[in-house]
């Protein structure tokens, strides 16, 4: 079993910066890849950024290239999701998740395991 964690949302105004961590534990040698996704209410989930174990390899949707990078902490066993230049249209619940399988996977329904999610609220 993994256990993921995330922390760090917020309300921030347009045009400002957050950064999501999420934190795992539990059997994370087990751990390909670590992503990130958001639902806004009535919407589907989206995929954001994945990043393998490793951290050497990224992906990210293309709503959010070029303003959020996601990174690994090894030491820490962590994933960050730093967020610039956010828009109204960010608003969602983030969560982080994680693959055993190979591959930076960019559908939420091929991730064994999720965090409870964290609000994040970008005002106009």
């Known amino acids: 079993q993994v256990q993921l964690v995330e922390s760090g949302g917020g309300l921030v105004q347009a045009g400002g910066s957050l950064r999501l961590s999420c934190a795992a534990s539990?059997?994370?040698?087990?751990?390909?890849?670590m992503g990130w996704f958001r639902q806004a209410p009535g919407k589907e989930r989206e995929f954001v950024a994945v990043?393998?174990?490793?951290?050497?390899?990224?992906n990210y949707g293309d709503s959010v290239k070029g303003r959020f990078t996601i990174s690994r902490d090894i030491a820490k066993n962590s994933v960050h999701l730093q967020m610039n230049s956010l828009k109204p249209e960010d608003t969602a619940v983030y969560s982080c998740?994680?693959?055993?399988?190979?591959?930076?996977?960019?559908?939420?329904?091929?991730?064994?395991?999720w965090g409870q999610g964290t609000q994040v609220t970008v005002s106009s």
């Open positions: 998740a994680a693959v055993l399988d190979y591959g930076l996977h960019t559908q939420w329904y091929e991730y064994d395991y």
């Open positions: 990043i393998s174990w490793s951290g050497v390899s990224t």
């Open positions: 539990g059997r994370t040698y087990n751990i390909n890849a």
